[in-house]
């Protein structure tokens, strides 16, 4: 606990309190908000950047899961969820992060819960027989399969995706991590995603110093400092890391010029279609930019008496544009 330095201490909605804890021996990041509640949440958050289509990020993020040095069993981390009150565990894949989650009832399951998935987190086997069931494999009847392979084939081309993938790589033109496909493309998943690449990704992003854990419900600051205090020690015994280099540092490339496009999908109906309209907005540390631009869209939009939801679902006079559904 005493390698842990506060970096600040606030005040969130003007009463629920939010601290913020860093180590100064492994760089692991702890904010705790401790209020009230029967439940305690848990959210591991990892800062993830893609470079290509492989789905790297979505890819380990499953095999987080298929065990870890200290509990090398497949399935192991739900089980003992479930014993610590919790309705067993979770995780997205963003462009920007990796999200791990858990909520349990009371506060003592959780503190035995959260080193167990630190330690698959940052310690997982990433075996390739698990890579080859999770991830990708051809069936005896010469089909493509896995559970990665099989969510990315259900949703790859939809028309949602295929809009959003194309409006991106126009907004976004250069060499960008918001440009690529993280959940992974099935050509890449097929042809160009190994476990040797989840490894050396792992390696790369999945460090002490880029972990974030977010803790918010009825359990103290110093609870969850000790909770993890066993990892802590692992982490030191491994000896030194190389110097970690955080991502989301390279500039993005300028958008130059406006672009018109027309994708086409699969669909049952063709009555219907799509219309994605897309800026470039401000950086995320630009608050009050940001919110301005939220309030703005909710007026646009947000209700049947918005201007766009008038003029697009209402009064259009031009029959192409009527529209069922817009959102921002």
């Keep these: 606990m005493e390698n842990y ?20 021996k492994t760089g692991i990041t702890v904010c705790v908000s401790e209020y009230d509640g029967p439940l305690v949440n848990g959210y591991l958050c990892v800062a993830t950047e893609a470079s290509d289509d492989d789905g790297l990020p979505h890819t380990l993020e499953h095999l987080v899961f298929m065990g870890s040095e200290d509990y090398p069993y497949k399935g192991i981390l739900d089980q003992l969820a479930n014993r610590c009150l919790a309705s067993g565990t979770n995780a997205w894949t963003d462009t920007d992060h990796t999200c791990y989650t858990m909520t349990t009832a009371g ?7 959260l080193p167990i998935y630190m330690d698959h987190v940052l310690y997982p086997l990433l075996t390739e027989s698990a890579y080859i069931t999770e991830v990708h494999h051809i069936t005896g009847d010469g ?3 896995g559970v990665v392979y ?45 476990n040797k690449k989840v490894r050396t990704y792992h390696h790369a992003f999945y460090q002490p ?40 540092q390279s500039p993005v490339p300028p958008l130059t010029e406006g672009t018109d496009m027309i994708v086409q999908y699969p ?16 950086p995320v540390y ?22 766009l939801q008038k003029f697009a679902c209402a009064t259009s006079p031009i029959e192409v544009l009527r529209c069922t559904h817009l959102k921002t």
Excluded at 107 to 113: A, D, P, R, V, W
Excluded at 214 to 227: D, F, M, R
Excluded at 267 to 282: S, T
Excluded at 286 to 307: K, N, R
């Design 5 to 24: 330095v506060q970096v600040c201490s606030i005040t969130i909605d003007g009463d629920l309190p939010l601290v913020k804890y860093k180590s100064s």
């Design 107 to 113: 506060s003592k399951g959780f503190l035995n819960l």
């Design 143 to 145: 089909e493509d399969a």
């Design 150 to 194: 099989c969510e990315m084939q259900a949703r790859e081309n939809s028309g949602e995706s295929l809009c959003m993938l194309n409006m991106l790589r126009a907004v976004y033109p250069g060499n960008c991590g918001y440009r690529y496909e993280t959940g992974g493309l099935m050509k890449n998943l097929r042809e160009s995603t190994t």
């Design 209 to 248: 110093e880029n972990l974030c854990i977010i803790v918010t419900g009825s359990v103290k600051p110093e609870q969850v400092l000790k909770a993890i205090e066993p990892m802590e020690l692992k982490i030191i015994k491994k000896g030194p890391r190389k110097p970690f280099q955080r991502p989301w």
């Design 267 to 282: 669909c049952d109906d063709n009555d219907h279609g799509l219309c994605y309209i897309a800026y470039r907005g401000p």
């Design 286 to 307: 630009a608050f009050e930019d940001v919110v301005a631009i939220m309030i703005l869209q909710d007026y646009l939009s947000d209700t049947s008496v918005s201007p």
